[in-house]
C-alpha cells in the first residue's frame, strides 16, 4: 500500500520504518525542506537517529498536499497540541484510514486524538485507528523487539491493521478500545513525569514502584470513567506502555522529570529537551477531564502544580505521601452470603 506518515520525528520516522519493512511504499512529511532533502539523499535522519539507515522504500518530502494526495493510509505523528492546526491545513484522501500514533489530549478542549481529527476532517470514527504501547521510538528504530495495540471501533479495521503492520520486530494487537488505548497513551505521559522527578532526588525503587503502581490506578479511573474497559489498562496501551515510559532514560517525559527531581527550572528542563515532551503539555488537559468525570487523579494533580503552579518537586511528593489512608482496592468485597454459596459450588 502507499502509505503516508505526517510527522519527521522521532517516532514518525521509527513508524515509517516499520511499515517499509512491513512491505508498503512510504511517504515520510517532514515540516523541514531541508530535513527532507537530507533524507531523500543520506536515507537517514539526522535530527532524531543518527547513524540509523532508512529503508530505502522511506521517500521524504516536505509538501504535505504531494506526500497526502495518494495515499492509502495516512499516519499522523505531529504533537498533540499542533494536530488542529496541521488538519486545517492539510487535504486528507478520501476513503484512506487515518491512523493516529499521538499520545495527548488537547488543551482547552480535552480531546482524544481521535476525537480531534474526527472534529476537524469530519472523518467518521470508524476510519480512524490509534496505535499505543510500550514503543520506545530509538529501540523500534533500531529493529529492537516491541509490540503495541492497534485500536479501532470496528473489529475487521483494528485487526487488519495490525496485521498489515506486523514486521518480524513489531507485533501489534488489535483492540475495539480506542477510549482506553488513547487515555492509557496519555496519562502514562504524566505519571513518567512523577517517577522522573522521584529518580532525579534520588529515590529508590519502592518509591518509583509506588507511584507507577498508583498512577496505573488514576489511569484506570479515568479510563472508566470515560467508558474504557479496565481490561485495557493491564495490557500494551496501560501497564506496558506505563513502565517503559516511567523506567527507561530513553522516555523523554521521565527525562523532563530528572531534570525537575535535580533542581532545574521549568525553563531549564524545557531548554534541554528537544524533543515534544507530550506530558507538560496534556497534564492540565487530563485533569480538566478527571474534574468534569468526578475522577480522583492526586498524582496528576500534583504533576500540574509542579508544572503549572511551581510547586517544588519535594513538596509534591511530601503531599502525595500525606494522603489520607485508604483501601488499595477500589472493588466491593462479597458479602457472606456469596461466600457462603461460591464454597457450595466449589
Avoid at 57 to 82: C, F, K
Avoid at 255 to 271: I, K
Wanted: charge should be negative; include cysteine.
Amino acid at each position: 500500500m502507499r502509505c503516508t506518515v505526517m510527522g519527521s520525528g522521532s517516532w514518525g520516522t521509527a513508524y515509517s520504518m516499520v511499515l517499509a519493512d512491513a512491505g508498503h511504499e512510504v511517504t515520510l512529511w517532514s515540516r523541514d525542506p531541508e530535513l527532507a532533502h537530507t533524507m531523500n539523499v543520506k536515507h537517514e535522519n539526522p535530527d532524531y537517529h543518527p547513524g540509523i539507515a532508512l529503508p530505502l522504500s522511506v521517500r521524504a518530502s516536505a509538501d504535505p498536499r504531494a506526500a497526502l494526495v495518494h495515499a492509502d493510509v495516512v499516519v499522523i505523528a505531529v504533537p498533540a497540541q499542533t494536530l488542529r492546526e496541521n488538519l486545517s491545513a492539510w487535504e486528507l484522501p478520501a476513503g484512506a484510514l487515518v491512523v493516529s500514533v499521538i499520545k495527548g489530549i488537547e488543551q482547552g478542549t480535552n480531546l482524544r486524538m481521535s476525537e480531534v481529527i474526527a472534529q476537524v476532517s469530519g472523518i467518521s470514527l470508524d476510519r480512524i485507528a490509534v496505535v499505543s504501547g510500550p514503543n520506545l521510538a530509538r529501540e523500534i528504530a533500531e529493529r529492537q523487539p516491541a509490540a503495541t495495540t492497534v485500536a479501532s471501533p470496528i473489529p475487521d479495521t483494528a485487526e487488519w491493521w495490525a496485521d498489515v503492520s506486523t514486521t518480524a520486530y513489531f507485533r501489534p494487537y488489535w483492540s475495539v478500545d480506542v477510549i482506553g488505548t488513547e487515555i492509557g497513551g496519555a496519562v502514562k505521559n504524566v505519571i513518567a513525569l512523577a517517577n522522573g522527578m522521584a529518580v532525579g532526588m534520588d529515590f529508590g525503587e519502592n518509591a518509583q514502584s509506588a507511584l507507577i503502581t498508583r498512577g496505573l490506578a488514576e489511569m484506570t479511573r479515568l479510563g472508566i470513567a470515560l467508558g474504557a474497559s479496565p481490561l485495557t489498562f493491564l495490557g500494551l496501551a496501560g501497564i506496558g506502555d506505563l513502565v517503559a515510559t516511567s523506567q527507561s532514560p530513553l522516555s523523554r517525559n521521565r527525562t523532563f522529570g530528572e531534570h525537575l527531581g535535580r533542581g532545574l527550572s521549568m525553563a531549564e528542563a524545557t531548554a534541554l529537551t528537544v524533543q515534544t515532551c507530550e506530558g507538560v503539555k496534556s497534564c492540565q488537559g487530563i485533569l480538566d477531564l478527571a474534574l468534569l468525570h468526578g475522577v480522583d487523579m492526586p498524582i496528576t494533580e500534583a504533576v500540574v502544580r509542579v508544572v503549572h503552579h511551581g510547586l517544588e518537586p519535594a513538596d509534591m511528593l511530601a503531599t502525595f505521601m500525606s494522603r489520607a489512608t485508604k483501601a488499595e482496592a477500589e472493588v466491593t468485597l462479597p458479602d457472606s452470603e456469596t461466600v457462603e454459596h461460591s464454597e457450595r459450588v466449589l
